[in-house]
């Protein structure tokens, strides 16, 4: 039972809520402990949930840290900025990308500070018509944190991404559409049955071929094409391995529909 959460499973997939709907669903550390909770219990369950979707209650979709959390105290101690995003940040941001189960990240509202961020770590990113990014961390003198520096830069290039940093401007989802911040846009009265559309399939699919690819983008960026080359056959001897290639050959060449396991 969580209070900053709200989780469901169904069909395969879980729905995960981010539900502080008066501060426009910011991030405090009570809300982080139940995240990373939530996240390993979800993946533990292995094949009985093979696709998550993330979002947030009412119009926001997340505005990043919990800024009341970090006011000065009375005797203006205040929290060391770096703590908090290595206690807190860090590991839940790791754990999005490395999550064993594919991400669907469906962005309801704004998407602000390290929000933008948790959106952008997502697989599959689909924006309400409404949605709106928003890099607020110059506006409150920081660098961004949770990944933004890593993420956006490799979705939108040096110098948009520079831009966005810097001036914090609002980007809207069109925008942020043609900038290739996100995959799909839809009516706001039509997001959650997208994402659910979406989760489902994915629920259905080849689960360690999804982990295996997200890894080889994300590795790929880094590397040498020679290199790729040689990763992407190293992630294919594993997946050789699994149920689900088998089930796909199989299913191909009997003419049938793969039902896959995530095994
Ligand atoms: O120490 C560290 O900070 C390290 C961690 C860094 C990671 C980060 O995420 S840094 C970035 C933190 N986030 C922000 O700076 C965003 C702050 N919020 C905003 O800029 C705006 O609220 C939005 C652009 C997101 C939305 O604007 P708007 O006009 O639609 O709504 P609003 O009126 O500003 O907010 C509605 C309520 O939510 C309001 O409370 P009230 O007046 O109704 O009682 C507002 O204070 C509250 N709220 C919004 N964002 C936060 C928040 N309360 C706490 N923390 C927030 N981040």
């Known amino acids: 039972n969580y209070e900053n959460i709200e989780v469901s499973i169904q069909e395969g997939y879980a729905e995960v809520v981010l539900s502080r709907e008066k501060s426009l669903n910011s991030l405090n550390t009570e809300t982080h402990k139940e995240l990373l909770h939530c996240l390993a219990t979800l993946e533990g369950m292995r094949e ?6 993330l979002t947030g209650r009412g119009r926001a979709f997340c505005a990043g840290q919990d800024l009341e959390e970090v006011k000065p105290d009375p005797n203006g101690r205040q929290i060391r900025v770096g703590d908090l995003v290595r ?3 860090v590991p839940l941001m790791q754990k999005v990308k490395d999550l064993q189960i594919p991400t669907v990240c469906a962005v309801n509202g704004v998407a602000a500070g390290a929000g933008a961020s948790l959106a952008l770590a997502c697989d599959v990113i689909i924006a309400a018509k409404s949605a709106r990014f928003l890099q607020a961390f110059s506006k409150i003198g920081l660098t961004p ?3 933004g520096t890593w993420l956006l830069p490799r979705l939108v290039g040096r110098a948009r991404a520079l831009d966005q940093f810097f001036t914090a401007e609002a980007v809207d989802s ?4 043609e900038l290739g911040m996100v995959s799909r846009v839809v009516e706001d009265e039509r997001l959650t049955e997208e994402s659910r559309t979406v989760a489902r399939q994915l629920a259905k699919g080849p689960t360690m071929a999804y982990i295996a690819t997200r890894r080889a983008v994300d590795l790929g ?3 040498s094409f020679s290199d790729s080359l040689i990763m992407e056959s190293l ?3 594993h997946l050789g391995e699994s149920y689900d290639y088998r089930e796909g050959v199989a299913a191909f060449l009997e003419k049938r529909p793969a039902r896959f396991e995530g095994r």
Do not use: K
Request: aromatic share 14%.
């Open 235 to 237: 992630l294919q001897d």
């Open 48 to 53: 009985g949930v093979r696709a998550l979707i």
């Open 221 to 223: 960026y880094s590397m």
């Open 87 to 89: 206690s807190n940040y």
């Open 174 to 177: 069109s925008r942020a559409f």
């Open 145 to 147: 944190d949770s990944g």
